[in-house]
Structures are given as C-alpha cells and as structure tokens.
C-alpha cells in the first residue's frame, strides 16, 4: 500500500505565491516517478508536473514557467512552488506516485493524496 498525504494551499490573491507539499509513505520503492495533477470544478484532472527520482521533470503547458516541482528523495516529499497564480490555477491538487516511460512521459499508478485546495482570487 502508498500513502500519500499533501499539505499546502489555501487563498491567495491572483500573482501570487504557495507551495505544496506531498509526503510519501509504504510500499513506494517500485515507483520512480511522482506527480501532481489539479482539477478545476466542472473539468478534468491534467497533469501539472512530474518529477522522477533522478530530478527529470514535466509540466502542463498551462504551469511551465510558473510552477517549479522538486522533491526531496531522503524524505520521500514532492513539492510544488506556484508562483504568478492566475485565477485559472484554482482547483484541488491531488499527489500521485508512478512510473515514467522510455520517451519520458508519466504513468500514474491508481494512488491518490486525499487532495488540497488551491484558491485564487481576482
């Protein structure tokens, strides 16, 4: 079994900063890969960034440039810095554990953070 469990978020005003953070825990060796993926109300869950163990990372289009995700192996913690947030970043923010493919994209095992909710006002 994966635990993971996010803290973070809350309101902030549009151009501003928060940080995430998702602190993994059980059987988790087997992944080398873990994400953050955010949905909006009325929309799909996307992808917002993933990191591997070595440190490769991805980003939504939606992030890049604004939102910076890194991790701490020796804690098995992920975070997210969202800095410039755009009232568009508003959703819940959910931690995800996976593995990543030969051309580097993300697969995410079915293991979920119970989600954190980011608010960004105008």
């Known amino acids: 079994q994966v635990q993971l469990v996010e803290s973070g978020g809350g309101l902030v005003q549009a151009g501003g900063s928060l940080s995430l953070s998702c602190a993994a825990s059980?059987?988790?060796?087997?992944?080398?890969?873990m994400a953050w993926f955010r949905q909006s109300p009325g929309k799909q869950r996307e992808l917002a960034a993933a990191?591997?163990?070595?440190?490769?990372?991805i980003y939504g289009g939606s992030v890049k440039g604004r939102f910076t995700i890194s991790r701490d192996n020796a804690k098995n913690t992920m975070y997210l810095q969202m800095n410039s947030l755009k009232p568009e970043d508003t959703a819940v923010y959910s931690c995800?554990?996976?593995?990543?493919?030969?051309?580097?994209?993300?697969?995410?095992?079915?293991?979920w953070g119970k989600g954190t909710l980011v608010t960004v006002s105008s």
């Open positions: 059980g059987s988790i060796l087997s992944f080398n890969a």
């Open positions: 990191i591997t163990s070595g440190g490769s990372t």
């Open positions: 995800n554990i996976g593995r990543t493919g030969q051309q580097g994209q993300y697969y995410g095992m079915d293991y």
